[in-house]
């Protein structure tokens, strides 16, 4: 269930921060971050990607109220869900990295598939 991770930040903080990574996510394709905010933000780009999987004004208005970029959510709709059409689910993958060398936090690369 996405959002039942606190990520040590308030409300708004966690939800602007999760927001801008998987806008950044689907605009690239990769991120590196840690693997506690990687686990969150995959929940919520598979979310988006279900739900541009159908393309209606709802679906539109919805991954628009979410995606802050109107080029990005453009793109989740035209490439990125037809892509995974027959898929149902496990669009993206986290890759361990090992430890960061400044606080020691676990690291990972979270892609799409």
Do not use: C, W
């Not at 802050?68 to 990125?80: C, D, G, M």
């Amino acid at each position: 269930m996405p959002g039942t991770r606190k990520l040590g930040r308030d409300t708004a903080h966690r939800t602007a921060m999760l927001r801008a990574m998987v806008t950044f996510l689907l605009e690239n394709g990769k991120i590196e971050t840690t693997v506690t905010r990687a686990k969150e933000v995959r929940s919520l780009t598979e979310k988006m990607i279900t739900i541009a999987k159908e393309n209606t004004v709802y679906n539109q208005r919805l991954v628009n109220g979410f995606v802050t970029k109107e080029a990005v959510a453009h793109k989740l709709f035209t490439e990125i869900a037809p892509k995974y059409a027959e898929r149902n689910g496990g669009y993206t993958r986290i890759t361990k990295l090992g430890p960061r060398r400044g606080d020691a936090a676990e690291m990972a690369i979270i892609e799409l598939l």
